[in-house]
Structure formats: C-alpha cells, structure tokens
C-alpha cells in the first residue's frame, strides 16, 4: 500500500503562482507514471499533467506552458508548479500513482481570485 500525502494548496489572486508537492510513503522509483489531477465543483476529475518513471511528461492542453511537473526519486516526492493561475482553475487537486497500480492522495484546495 503506497500512501500519498499532498501539500502546497492554498488561496490566491489570479496571475500567481504555487507549487504542490506530493510525498509517497515508500520508493517511487518503481512507480511508472505518476500524475496530478483536478476536479472543480460540480465537474469531473480530469488530468492535468503526469510524468513517466524516465521522465516524460504529459500535459492537458489547458496547463501547457504555464504547469511543470517534475519528481525527485530520491526524495519519493512528485511536484506541479502551476503559473499565471487564473480564477477557472481553482479545483481540489490530486496526486496519483497510475501505474503500476492506482493510488490516490487525499486531495489539497486551490483557491483562484479574481
């Protein structure tokens, strides 16, 4: 069982920005794909980036540019700095392990200002 713990949400003004940091319980050197997902209210949850094991990223056409994921095996933590945040992205934001099995972090709040 690999537990997921996020950190780095908060409230802030539309342009800012902010980094999320997600730490796993044990190696993520053996974790394939790990990513960050989003789900504002009353939408589904969807991904907003993701990240192979050899470091290959994938971003959704929306964040491109502006987010960057990037992970540090040594310190098992995944990170997604999110820039020039606008008011529509303020969502719970979710730090998963996608492969080789599927876990989930318990989510952190971000909150844009217009």
């Known amino acids: 069982q690999v537990q997921l713990v996020e950190s780095g949400g908060g409230l802030l003004q539309a342009g800012g920005s902010l980094r999320h940091s997600c730490a796993a319980s044990?190696?993520?050197?053996?974790?394939?794909?790990m990513g960050w997902f989003r789900q504002a209210p009353g939408k589904q949850r969807g991904l907003v980036a993701s990240?192979?094991?050899?470091?290959?990223?994938t971003y959704a056409d929306s964040v491109k540019v502006r987010f960057t994921i990037s992970r540090d095996n040594a310190k098992n933590t995944v990170y997604l700095q999110m820039n020039s945040l606008k008011p529509e992205e303020t969502a719970v934001y979710y730090c998963?392990?996608?492969?080789?099995?599927?876990?989930w972090g318990q989510g952190t709040q971000v909150t844009v200002s217009s």
């Open positions: 990240i192979t094991s050899s470091g290959q990223t």
């Open positions: 044990g190696s993520i050197s053996r974790m394939n794909i």
């Open positions: 998963a392990v996608l492969s080789p099995a599927s876990y």
